[in-house]
């Protein structure tokens, strides 16, 4: 069984800076690729970023590019998005996930983790 537990969210200020982890098990996931959504409320979720764990590669949804930073650390079975500069539109729940390959739907979620950003 596959679990990914979110962590690190929380309040802050704008401005300010979050990092928010995912802890992966029940599997070997040194082939997976990782990624960050998020929900804000009365909205869709949507995409933040995703890494390749094998090698590296990421991606960034524009709304987000050069502020935040996904990373992964294979020992761990952890990722990481580093959340810079944070707005007031980054408020939202943000999920963990993971799927097989770049051309596979996501099949496993996190619970998720509650950002706040105050103005």
């Known amino acids: 069984q596959v679990q990914l537990v979110e962590s690190g969210g929380g309040l802050v200020q704008a401005g300010g800076s979050l990092r928010l982890s995912c802890a992966a098990s029940?599997?070997?996931?040194?082939?997976?690729?990782m990624g960050w959504f998020r929900q804000a409320p009365g909205k869709e979720r949507e995409f933040v970023a995703a890494?390749?764990?094998?090698?590296?590669?990421?991606n960034y949804a524009d709304s987000v590019k050069g502020r935040f930073t996904i990373s992964g650390d294979n020992a761990k079975n952890t990722v990481y998005l580093q959340m810079n500069s944070l707005k007031p539109e980054d408020t939202a729940v943000y999920y963990c996930?993971?799927?097989?390959?770049?051309?596979?739907?996501?099949?496993?979620w996190g619970q998720g983790t509650q950002v706040t950003v105050s103005s």
């Open positions: 029940g599997r070997t996931f040194s082939r997976y690729v």
């Open positions: 996930a993971a799927r097989v390959s770049w051309r596979s739907q996501y099949s496993y």
């Open positions: 890494i390749s764990w094998s090698g590296g590669s990421t």
